[in-house]
């Protein structure tokens, strides 16, 4: 099939080139000349792993074209639409324009028949107001709304295997196109979902609020247990190996970031109180806050610790906001720097993928190695847990630092390698915050 894919971001671009590998000629089209370029020449900056070789094959072989021209998705029967719905502001919604400007420099392209699906998340309502906008420009197409759920670090494994597909349809034509959309991938027995625009798009938000709920769920937990002399980390264990919660996002620590889960837990709340739901309003604007607390107390701690000494230096180590990504969009740990600096200290940030150029605030300072950060360090906080940090040497950097204290924050070193080589080793949850 001849598909079209709107906006060649983290969604789009994977989405694009893991269609071109299920055989589809897949056209994308993107708004950002220098991005279609980059990616053209094969030096789009994406950490992604998989991503790389999979644009360059497509590419290659001819299956992906990418271009900045959206006339080019002429001939296409399915258009994925998979621009970014950022917020308006801080807790003021979804921004829908990015949407309606690409269906509406979609609708020359469209003929009768063909079906446009967003991937983008949003609020229940907005496939229904784009619905009408199609409906009055180009009478003959369909909406349809088919939520992604990848993660970051595992996207184009996610794609090309996802748990299910989610299918918000308006008609059972909608369904049978997305079914040959994904037929390689139903063939393997992948469960598909038929069901209205608006669950479609509650479906996607209530996902990443429940898993932003976890997070901010163990972090509250772990904080009890660290004012109870209970084991922060072994009861996030216990408390996840119980099959009617589950392990996944219970691990305690500096809290969720990236492009999805602040966004939409703030979105869903935003929605709700425009919707008159005022305790799922409060609900999920106190997941928010707890999430955003983590940093906060670490920063207070580590301001504490510090407050007296001249030239205080702290080491960071990692700016994504988790591993094997280079998103640094509302890192934890960058927020964290940025509470640190407002104090006066010096901060040195390490990432094996962010550089300066990607970190795009010219008053952080960014090194490649830890070993570049931790260079007459006073404090060094682990802030996203790439795996090169726990290879790290803890009786080698040693020398390096003026004060061998470290402090885990997402409890992935070796606890006992570090305090057997003299460090002061601290998990985020024993630094006696209160
Ligand atoms: N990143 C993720 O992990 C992820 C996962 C699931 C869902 N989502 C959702 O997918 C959507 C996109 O997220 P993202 O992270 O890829 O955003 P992004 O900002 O990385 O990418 C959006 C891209 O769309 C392009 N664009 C905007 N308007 C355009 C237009 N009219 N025509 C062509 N290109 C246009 C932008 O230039 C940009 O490259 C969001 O709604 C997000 O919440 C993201």
């Known amino acids: 099939m001849r598909i079209s894919v709107i906006g060649l971001g983290r969604l789009g671009l994977v989405h694009a080139a893991a269609l071109?590998?299920?055989?589809?000629?897949?056209?994308?089209?993107?708004?950002?000349?220098?991005?279609?370029?980059k990616i053209l020449d094969g030096t789009h900056e994406m950490h992604e792993p998989g991503l790389?070789?999979?644009?360059?094959?497509?590419l290659t072989d001819g299956t992906l074209d990418v271009t900045g021209e959206p006339s080019a998705a002429r001939g296409a029967s399915a258009h994925f639409l998979t621009?970014?719905?950022?917020?308006?502001?801080?807790?003021?919604?979804?921004?829908?324009?990015?949407?309606?400007n690409a269906l509406r420099s979609l609708v020359p392209s469209l003929q009768p028949g063909d079906l446009v699906i967003g991937k983008s998340t949003v609020p229940p309502g907005t496939a229904a107001a784009l619905a009408a906008q199609l409906h009055r420009e180009s009478p003959g197409a369909e909406l349809a709304w088919n939520p992604e759920f990848l993660a970051e670090g595992t996207a184009v494994r996610d794609t090309l295997a996802p748990h299910r597909l989610i299918y918000g349809v308006s008609s059972l034509e909608a369904a049978r196109l997305l079914d040959e959309v994904y037929a390689p991938i139903l063939d393997r027995g992948t469960q598909r979902v038929i069901t209205d625009l608006a669950t479609a798009e509650l479906v996607k938000l209530a996902t990443n609020a429940f898993l932003a709920t976890k997070i901010s769920f163990i972090n509250t937990i772990a904080q009890l247990a660290a004012t109870s002399g209970a084991d922060?980390?072994?009861?996030?264990?216990?408390?996840?190996?119980?099959?009617?919660?589950?392990?996944s996002h219970l691990n305690p620590g500096l809290g969720y970031g990236g492009g999805c889960l602040p966004k939409d837990t703030r979105g869903l709340a935003h929605y709700a109180q425009r919707a008159g739901a005022i305790e799922a309003a409060q609900f999920f604007t106190?997941?928010?806050?707890?999430?955003?607390?983590?940093?906060q107390h670490i920063a207070e701690w580590v301001i504490a610790q510090l407050s007296?000494?001249?030239d205080s230096?702290?080491?960071?180590?990692?700016?994504?906001?988790?591993?094997?990504?280079?998103?640094?969009r509302e890192s934890p740990s960058i927020a964290l720097a940025h509470a640190l600096m407002s104090a006066g200290l010096r901060v040195r940030i390490a990432d094996p993928v962010v550089t300066a150029s990607r970190g795009e605030d010219s008053r952080l300072e960014f090194v490649r190695t830890a070993e570049e950060a931790m260079r007459e360090a006073d404090v060094t906080l682990v802030a996203t847990a790439?795996?090169?940090?726990?290879?790290?040497?803890?009786?080698?950097?040693?020398?390096?630092?003026?004060?061998?204290?470290?402090?885990?924050?997402?409890?992935?070193?070796d606890s006992e390698d570090w305090r057997n080589a003299s460090w002061d080793y601290r998990s985020m949850f024993n630094l006696s915050l209160h």
């Open 20 to 37: 071109a590998s299920l055989g589809h000629t897949v056209v994308g089209v993107e708004a950002n000349t220098q991005r279609v370029r």
């Open 52 to 58: 790389v070789e999979l644009v360059r094959t497509a």
């Open 83 to 100: 621009v970014g719905t950022p917020e308006l502001a801080p807790n003021e919604g979804f921004d829908p324009s990015y949407l309606e």
């Open 232 to 247: 922060a980390l072994q009861t996030a264990q216990i408390l996840g190996a119980d099959p009617r919660i589950g392990a």
């Open 286 to 295: 106190q997941v928010d806050t707890i999430n955003a607390a983590q940093r």
């Open 308 to 310: 007296g000494h001249q």
């Open 313 to 328: 230096q702290v080491a960071i180590l990692g700016a994504s906001f988790k591993a094997e990504t280079d998103d640094i």
């Open 386 to 413: 790439w795996p090169e940090y726990r290879r790290l040497n803890p009786a080698a950097l040693l020398p390096m630092v003026r004060r061998p204290l470290i402090v885990d924050t997402r409890h992935c070193l």
